[in-house]
């Protein structure tokens, strides 16, 4: 036992604080871990969410140390397990770990150990508890507390929801039900009422802190297409004297985009699950050691990295859930010093996540499918290449969905043989349930990137925690003013009104790309289907306007709350009656597009004037602290030297610029423009 753990003194909260400083080195709690702290020292169960980089796991140190007899920590990933232990190893608490990665004979002697009071916290993984005789070495080790580290993944509802964790109830009737610690950094209110109902919570402390963290700087840019995605990451990519996660949705994406970074001067390297654990390890070890600057990564580069000095996440493209988001854009800026999360979006990642969505649900058409193809082969085990000619499309794109299910009704057997298909051992109504929340997260995170208010207090909402700030100053919206003000070139009232009269006529029957291309005239599937599109009065009236732009447009009515768009694999595209109001004259509304940015613009700008721009974009940032971004991207200060604006109101025109920063920086940036006599 540590000394802190061995003179404890009375008063509890006296006593946590020696050990935070005798053990952790540190001065006080943060924001709700004291409170957390203290309810778990009086035997009460609790619930804590808080963002990645908050300090979770040191809420349940303090008191594992504080008490006696043992804490089991039921965590999910072995790397995170193993670098939590070594963490408390070198405090000098005495803690282990049991999972798939020691022999039998080290887990044996891991767990008599335990027995005999050798240890204050073991860490296990939830899979564990399916192991023969487990349960039973549990009811023998004395366990005081139970703490269920990522307590999101037992929830169905949960953005990574993990079947093992299940599993959890047996093993506390195993311990003998102690007080319980459910920990998570991304639960939304209804996912903490099934986290509370799973675990069978009981009038526990539930505390939701730290989401709003004014470090960060929330930006989103839309994106026209690969070349543009690209082209905006190469401007805004600078880990500065930090580090940089790039996220991104998929294996090839993340080698084609890390292999760009290196040839712009940054070292980079892709990390995805399909790497061989030796390549794994040696990314992390270079990603901490510096000598990668920048990880390109798909969700797989996530839990246990701990870096302070993470500069900028930027997701390119958005991922299914504003909890998956968040927890990696969390990442960034856990020393509190200024950092970007930034997301590059365009309209096909919508098309990425609806294939993750649809091939992770099947339905049951397809489940038989699979199992009829299975069936003919006469084994399941075979080369999945034999299958595909057998197997229509979808059936083949959730084809390890599907063989899941199989597996779990018990048509495909351990042996490799095939055996019949009850689909009344599988709830298909459960699954069409899952899979329309799913698409309901999505559309979540759609609202955020498209979002005209407050980024911070959209993610505070979120989450649950209660906050007065509706407004901020590290955010791209408040930046450029509230009222959700969108820099570009304003659309004609007119036009507005066309774009709203196709969607009514369509009444919800239409989807996003169908109706931008009978706005623009332009035939395709749907009206060669339907040819009787081609003469309703929709049809070409916005001639002049690419399908691509009046997509765009079709969104901001979106975010504007002018149209809404249903849920699932199609989206439907209908009026709100905002939209009818604004179609019938009796509400306006203001609507931009953000113009592209040529790539020859940088060869209009004075590159003197741009050279000045950015010196005092660096003195300015250097009087207050912040990243040089934060004051004015690079863009911008082009677009100020190609434009060369000479009052405030052209300057007010300018992308980038905004009341909040015409109002703090106007009158300096026009005597750094004004012509040299």
Request: hydrophobic fraction near 40%; glycine fraction near 10%.
């Given at each position: ?181 459910a920990f998570t950094a991304t639960a939304t209110p209804d996912v ?64 084609n985009t890390a292999a760009a970074i290196s040839r712009w001067g ?321 509400q306006a509304v203001a609507v931009a597009i953000e113009p592209d ?81």
């Amino acid at each position: 036992m540590t000394s802190a753990a061995n003179n404890a003194n009375p008063d509890r909260r006296a006593s946590a604080q020696q050990v935070l400083r005798d053990v952790f080195r540190l001065e006080s709690f943060r924001p709700g871990q004291a409170e957390v702290v203290d309810a778990q020292m009086h035997g009460r169960d609790v619930l804590a969410v808080a963002p990645t980089g908050s300090g979770k796991s040191l809420s349940y140190w303090v008191p594992a140390i504080l008490g006696d007899g043992l804490t089991i920590v039921v965590s999910p990933l072995i790397a995170l397990m193993k670098d939590q232990v070594d963490r408390l190893v070198a405090h000098g608490v005495h803690a282990a770990f049991i999972n798939s990665t020691l022999s039998s004979s080290e887990q044996r002697e891991r767990l008599e150990a335990a027995s005999r009071g050798e240890y204050q916290l073991v860490y296990v993984a939830p899979e564990r508890f399916s192991r023969p005789g487990f349960m039973g070495r549990l009811a023998t080790l004395g366990v005081k507390r139970f703490i269920v580290d990522e307590a999101h993944c037992i929830s169905t509802w949960g953005h990574d929801f993990r079947p093992d964790y299940r599993l959890i109830g047996g093993a506390l009737e195993a311990c003998g039900r102690p007080p319980i610690g459910a920990f998570t950094a991304t639960a939304t209110p209804d996912v903490r009422k099934d986290i509370s109902s799973n675990l069978g919570l009981r009038d526990p402390l539930v505390v939701v802190t730290g989401f709003n963290r004014p470090n960060l700087q929330l930006e989103t840019v839309h994106a026209r297409g690969g070349r543009d995605r690209l082209e905006q990451l190469r401007r805004r990519l600078n880990p500065g004297d930090g580090r940089a996660l790039v996220y991104i949705g998929t294996v090839k994406g993340a080698e084609n985009t890390a292999a760009a970074i290196s040839r712009w001067g940054f070292p980079a390297a892709p990390y995805h699950g399909r790497l061989p654990d030796v390549s794994r390890r040696r990314i992390q070890d270079g990603f901490a050691a510096k000598d990668l600057r920048v990880v390109v990564a798909t969700s797989a580069f996530g839990m246990g990295v701990d870096f302070p000095d993470i500069r900028q996440v930027i997701h390119v493209g958005y991922p299914g859930s504003v909890e998956a988001y968040y927890q990696e854009a969390g990442r960034a800026g856990r020393d509190g010093k200024p950092a970007l999360c930034l997301l590059i979006h365009s309209s096909k990642d919508r098309d990425l996540q609806v294939y993750f969505i649809e091939t992770a649900f099947p339905e049951l058409r397809e489940v038989m499918s699979v199992h009829t193809a299975y069936s003919r082969l006469g084994v399941w085990n075979a080369d999945p290449e034999e299958l595909k000619p057998l197997v229509p499309e979808p059936a083949w794109l959730s084809l390890d969905a599907s063989r899941r299910l199989l597996q779990k009704a018990g048509a495909l057997r351990s042996d490799g043989s095939v055996g019949p298909f009850d689909h009344s051992l599988l709830d298909f109504e459960q699954l069409a349930a899952l899979k329309r929340h799913a698409y309901t997260k999505l559309g979540q995170m759609i609202d955020y990137a498209q979002l005209r208010t407050c980024r911070h207090a959209f993610i505070t909402d979120y989450f649950g925690e209660v906050t007065t700030e509706r407004s901020c100053r590290s955010c791209d919206n408040c930046e450029r003013g509230q009222g959700g003000e969108v820099v570009g070139a304003p659309v004609d009232v007119a036009v507005i009104r066309a774009a709203l009269a196709g969607a009514a006529r369509f009444a919800g029957r239409i989807g996003m790309v169908n109706l931008a291309a009978i706005l623009a005239g332009k035939e395709n599937r749907f009206s060669r289907d339907q040819p009787w599109v081609l003469h309703v009065p929709a049809y070409g009236s916005l001639s002049g306007w690419s399908q691509g732009r009046l997509r765009r447009l079709l969104e901001e009515l979106v975010a504007a709350g002018c149209l809404t768009q249903s849920q699932g694999q199609y989206p439907m595209v209908e009026l709100t009656d905002r939209g009818r109001a604004v179609l019938g004259g009796k509400q306006a509304v203001a609507v931009a597009i953000e113009p592209d940015l040529e790539p020859a613009s940088m060869s209009s700008a004075d590159p003197a004037l741009f050279k000045r721009l950015r010196e005092w974009r660096s003195e300015v940032a250097r009087r207050q602290g912040v990243a040089a971004f934060m004051v004015f991207h690079d863009r911008t200060l082009n677009e100020l030297a190609s434009r060369r604006p000479a009052d405030l109101l052209q300057l007010g025109a300018v992308p980038g610029i905004g009341p909040s920063k015409l109002d703090r920086y106007g009158t300096a940036l026009l005597e750094i423009l004004a012509p040299i006599h």
